[in-house]
């Protein structure tokens, strides 16, 4: 009996993890033929009412589109920073894999990309699916989360960031301002300051930064961010600094903690966005 009821137990988790999964797809279809039909009405003014938080958006779910040359045209999600951008070689394998077989369909035609990806919810790398149509010279997809990225993701980015800009700092540097996913993760990037001038060298989410002088940096609100990092950073190697700023997930203005870490005339930095409570 108790055997049985084991069994039974299994299958009642699995039918219930299928079930959500079905539910899952099928929002995901149900958003994704909304996007198109949207579009369809609309042309290439749909892509400011994808890239917002609003009707395209659905728990965790979010619209994208490219264009038959790669270029990031609109994203409710993490992709949103690189909008304008050509993301053929800045995105994951798996996913430009899945872009290159949407551009190849028939119009109407909705086809499936799968890749790996780190779920900041419980900090592990998970399977994510996005689906795909054509629709014209376009290419809409809908993605299925939001990811936030954690504390110790965001250690881990700038160690490597660290380490790729002692071994290899003109290309690291340029790596960083072409927001390679190298550089990339989640909600996460990397921003690099040249003490010598004081002004940024690399940014991985705003290059209008660049060039920049670091201490007349303030939040949205008017309050001093560059220089009071400045001055923590004077007479030590490593920190951390809370303040506010814009999220590249949400659009919106939330707490962030930066970690910092000089390495020779560079003050290296990544911030992770503080979790409501």
Known sequence: M????LLWC???LMSATEAATADEEQRARKLL??????Y????DAAFAAFSRQGEFIDGEHYVFVVDTHGVMLASGGT???????????????????????????????????????????????????????????????????????????????LDRAV?????????????????SPRFREDDLYVFVIDLNTGR??????????????????RDPDGKPVGEPILALMKDRQDGGYDYRWKSPVTGKVEDKYALLRKTG????????YKKSE
């Open 79 to 157: 992709s949103s920073v690189l909008i304008g951008r050509d993301v053929t070689e800045a995105l994951e394998p798996e996913l430009r894999d899945g872009f290159r077989r949407a551009l190849e369909g028939k119009a109407g035609e909705v086809r499936v990309a799968e890749y790996r990806w780190m779920n900041a919810r419980d900090a592990r790398v998970e399977h994510k699916r996005v689906f795909f149509q054509r629709a014209g010279d376009r290419v809409i997809a809908v993605g299925f989360y939001q990811p936030r990225a954690t504390p110790q993701q965001a250690q881990q980015l």
């Open 200 to 217: 940024y060298l690399a940014h991985g989410y705003n290059l209008r930064l660049l060039g920049v002088e670091f201490s007349s940096v």
């Open 10 to 12: 299994a299958f009642t």
């Open 40 to 43: 369809q009405a609309q042309g």
């Open 163 to 179: 380490v790729a800009l002692k071994q290899e700092p003109q290309a690291s540097i340029a790596a960083i301002n072409a927001l």
């Open 265 to 272: 005339h560079l003050l290296v930095a990544v911030g992770y």
């Open 2 to 5: 108790r055997l049985i009821a």
């Open 33 to 38: 033929q909304a996007a198109v039909e949207y």
